[in-house]
C-alpha cells in the first residue's frame, strides 16, 4: 500500500515519495513569495506573503524536495501569467513529448490522449496533429486559450474524482502526460490514483520533471521554488510508482528547462523494462545522488555564484554602467531576490511583447518587467540572462533585433557570454 502522498498546507516533515524521516537540509534561501506572485503597480505598498524555502533530500530514496507547502490555489490562481506556446524554443521541445511518446507506444487512431496541467495545450496541439483525440485539465484560465485554439480543455485541478467523471464522458486514456507539473501537486496522491483509473491496462503515464543529477550539476539553485515541491530522481520515482502497480519501462534525459527526466510508467506490474532504466539508476549511483557530499559541493557552489554575480553588479554600478536583466521566467524570483539585485542594481527586466508578465513587478524586490523594447533602444552595457537555460536561441534573437549589451550567464559559473 502506498503511504499518504497528499500533502497538507504547511511544513512537510518527512519524506514525500518514502514518508522518511530521514532528510539533510541542503541549502536555506530564505523566506521568498511565490515565484508567480507578480504584483501590479497598485499592489506594491501592500504586504506580501513570503514562505520559507528550504531544499533538503532524502537519505533513504534520494528524493530532493523542499519542505514547506503553500496552498495551491495561491501558487496556480486563474490569472496565472504563464504561456508554454508564445516561446518557438519551447514549442519543438514540448512537442517532442508526443513523438517520442508516440514512438515507443504504437497507439490506434482516435487513442484518447491527456494531459494534466496541459497550459495552451501544446502538448497536446502535437498528439491531435498525428491521429489522437485529445483532452487537457488546467486550472487557469489559460485553459480559455487553448480551448479557443481547438483543444478540448477542462479548467479544473486533476484528481481522482474528476477522473471518475473523465472516464465515464470520454472514455479511458491511452496515455496521459503531466510535463513540468508532476513536481508541482501536492495531491500527489490523488493525481496517482486519478491516473490509474482513467488510463486502460498497459497505458502508459508520460512524466516531465526536473532531474536532479542536472540540478547539481548546473548548480541550478534558482529552479528550486514553491511551485517545485519535489526534485526527482530515477530512483525516487520508481519507489513512487511501485506503490501504485506501475512499472517504469523507459527513460529518457532531455534539455527542457535547463535539464529534465521524461518517465515512461505503464500500468501494470511486470512489463519489460529496457536498459536505459538500469543505466541511469547506475549513473545516479556513480554520481553520488545516493549520499551527502554531492549536496554538500552544490551548496558551496551556488553561495559562489550567488557572490560573484553580486560582486560583477555592484562593480559595473560602480563605475557608472548600467546592468540589467532578460527574461523573468518563474526562476527569476529565486535567483534575484537571493542574490539580492534590487531595482538600484536592476532597474528593470525586459520581457518580449508577447510576454503575460508585462507591466507587472517581480515578488519581493518589485524590479519592474517590461518589453525589451525599451532594452534594446538603450543598449545597456550588460544583461543578466534570467533564462540563462535558453541562453543561446534568445540571444541569438535579441542580436537580430539590435541588441549589443554584453549578456552576463548567472549559472552554473558567472561570466560574460561569447555569444
Not at 481522482?160 to 479511458?172: F, I, P, Q, W, Y
Not at 541550478?220 to 530512483?235: A, C, G, V
Not at 518587467?369 to 533602444?377: A, C, F, G, R, S
Amino acid at each position: 500500500m502506498p503511504i499518504e502522498h497528499d500533502l497538507a498546507v504547511g511544513k512537510i516533515n518527512c519524506c514525500q515519495v518514502c514518508g522518511s524521516t530521514n532528510l539533510q537540509l541542503v541549502v536555506d534561501l530564505g523566506h521568498q513569495a511565490p515565484c508567480d506572485s507578480l504584483l501590479w503597480k497598485h499592489q506594491l505598498d501592500e504586504p506580501e506573503k513570503t514562505y520559507p524555502l528550504r531544499f533538503l533530500v532524502c537519505e533513504d530514496c534520494s528524493l530532493g524536495q523542499i519542505d514547506y507547502a503553500v496552498a495551491p490555489e495561491e501558487l496556480f490562481f486563474p490569472d496565472y501569467p504563464y504561456r508554454s506556446g508564445i516561446t518557438a524554443t519551447l514549442v519543438d521541445k514540448l512537442s517532442k513529448t508526443a513523438v517520442s511518446t508516440l514512438t515507443r507506444f504504437k497507439f490506434p487512431e482516435n487513442t484518447l490522449v491527456m494531459d494534466i496541467g496541459s497550459n495552451d495545450g501544446t502538448v497536446l496541439s502535437a498528439f491531435k496533429e498525428r491521429g489522437m483525440r485529445v483532452l487537457g485539465v488546467e486550472a487557469t484560465n489559460i485553459a480559455k486559450i487553448a480551448n479557443e485554439n481547438g483543444i478540448e480543455t477542462l479548467q479544473a485541478f486533476f484528481n481522482e474524482e474528476l477522473a471518475t467523471k473523465v472516464r465515464k464522458s470520454h472514455g479511458a486514456a491511452g496515455a496521459i502526460c503531466a510535463t513540468n507539473v508532476f513536481a508541482h501537486v501536492a495531491g500527489l496522491g490523488s493525481i496517482m490514483r486519478g491516473v490509474s483509473e482513467l488510463l486502460e491496462y498497459g497505458g502508459v503515464f508520460v512524466t516531465e520533471s526536473h532531474y536532479l543529477l542536472d540540478l547539481l550539476n548546473t548548480v541550478q539553485y534558482d529552479s528550486i521554488y514553491h511551485e517545485h515541491l519535489r526534485y526527482y530522481t530515477l530512483k525516487s520515482l520508481i519507489a513512487l510508482f511501485d506503490q501504485y502497480n506501475f512499472t517504469v519501462t523507459d527513460v529518457e534525459r532531455i534539455d527542457n528547462y535547463g535539464g529534465s527526466i521524461r518517465v515512461f510508467a505503464v500500468k501494470g506490474v511486470g512489463h519489460p523494462v529496457s536498459a536505459a532504466v538500469r543505466d541511469l539508476l547506475k549513473e545516479e549511483e556513480e554520481a553520488g545522488l545516493y549520499g551527502m557530499e554531492v549536496y554538500r559541493e552544490f551548496a558551496n557552489k551556488l553561495l559562489n555564484a550567488r557572490r560573484d554575480l553580486l560582486a560583477l553588479v555592484i562593480q559595473a554600478h560602480t563605475e557608472g554602467k548600467k546592468v540589467v536583466g532578460i527574461g523573468c521566467p518563474g526562476r527569476a524570483s529565486t535567483l534575484m531576490n537571493f542574490t539580492g539585485l534590487a531595482p538600484d542594481l536592476v532597474p528593470y527586466i525586459a520581457e518580449q511583447s508577447t510576454s503575460l508578465k508585462l507591466d507587472l513587478y517581480l515578488p519581493g524586490l518589485h524590479v519592474p518587467i517590461i518589453d525589451e523594447k525599451k532594452m534594446l533602444d538603450e543598449q545597456p552595457d550588460y544583461a543578466i540572462m534570467l533564462s540563462w537555460h535558453y541562453a543561446k536561441p534568445i540571444t541569438a534573437k535579441l542580436r537580430e533585433k539590435g541588441l549589443q549589451s554584453k549578456v552576463i550567464l548567472p549559472l552554473p559559473e558567472v561570466k560574460i557570454s561569447d555569444f
